[in-house]
C-alpha cells in the first residue's frame, strides 16, 4: 500500500482563517486521484484522528477537475495564541505524507 506522498503529486496546507487549516493534496494525473480521493485514510473520521478534532468537524471537498482534495479541519488553538506553534499552518500537511492511501 503506497503512502500519500508517493500516490499524490504535492500536499500542502495553510490557513483557512484563524481557526480552520486546509490541506490540498493535488495528484498527478486522474487515474490517481480516481484511485485514492476516496481512500479511507483520507475520509473524515481519519483525519480527525490523526489531528485530534471531531470527525463531525472536518470537511472535504473533492475538485475533480483540478485533481485536487482540499481538508479543512479547526485548529487546536487560534492562529496567533500564545501557544500556537505554527502561525500560518503550513507545516500541518506533515503528518499526511506517511499514511497509507
Not at 480552520?20 to 494525473?29: A, L, P
Not at 472536518?58 to 500556537?84: H, M, N, T
Request: with cysteine; glycine share 6%.
Amino acid at each position: 500500500m503506497p503512502k500519500l506522498s508517493e500516490a499524490c503529486r504535492h500536499v500542502r496546507s495553510k490557513n483557512a482563517g484563524p481557526f480552520w487549516i486546509t490541506v490540498d493534496i493535488s495528484f498527478g494525473d486522474k487515474a490517481s486521484y480516481d484511485r485514492y480521493v476516496d481512500s479511507e485514510a483520507l475520509q473524515a473520521q481519519s483525519i480527525a484522528a490523526l489531528y485530534g478534532v471531531d470527525p463531525l468537524l472536518v470537511k472535504r471537498f473533492p475538485v475533480a477537475d483540478l485533481l485536487v482534495l482540499k481538508i479543512s479541519y479547526p485548529r487546536q488553538r487560534p492562529q496567533g495564541g500564545a501557544e500556537e506553534r505554527d502561525m500560518h499552518g503550513g507545516q500541518q500537511y506533515v503528518r499526511l505524507l506517511d499514511v497509507d492511501v
